[in-house]
């Protein structure tokens, strides 16, 4: 089955840098988009970047400048994350958009498809 999995969070200062990756697997043949959301505590999930198949990338406003997402395979992106501020305190996560899929079953038998998935989330703290 598809899953996505995200590596890189962590602690660090205020004015640091981590890099974020997710890796897709489970019979992925495409992928149409692939972006990083976060959450923060008590506050809407929101989107932080996203880059489609042809390398067009997109960003909040907040992060322009700081944070650079791309597409390192088919199924891989990453997000470097510099000049991290208090703000950016939150649990990324990664999302892949119309992923076409095929993968056999138990039974050998082809299970194909299309789907949006979600991967389990990355916390990044940033003290101040």
């Known amino acids: 089955q598809v899953r996505l999995v995200e590596s890189g969070g962590g602690l660090v200062q205020s004015g640091g840098s981590l890099r974020l990756s997710c890796v897709g697997s489970g019979g992925i043949l495409s992928i149409d988009a692939m972006a990083w959301h976060r959450q923060a505590p008590g506050k809407q999930r929101e989107l932080v970047a996203v880059v489609n198949k042809g390398g067009t990338t997109s960003y909040a406003d907040s992060v322009k400048g700081r944070f650079t997402i791309s597409r390192d395979g088919a199924a891989t992106v990453s997000l470097p994350l510099n000049s991290l501020n208090h703000e950016d305190t939150a649990v990324y996560y990664c999302?892949?958009?119309?992923?076409?899929?095929?993968?056999?079953?138990?039974?050998?038998?082809?299970?194909?498809?299309?789907?949006?998935?979600w991967g389990q989330g990355t916390q990044v703290t940033v003290s101040s």
């Open positions: 999302y892949a958009d119309n992923v076409s899929y095929r993968y056999w079953n138990d039974d050998d038998a082809p299970v194909v498809g299309r789907g949006n998935y």
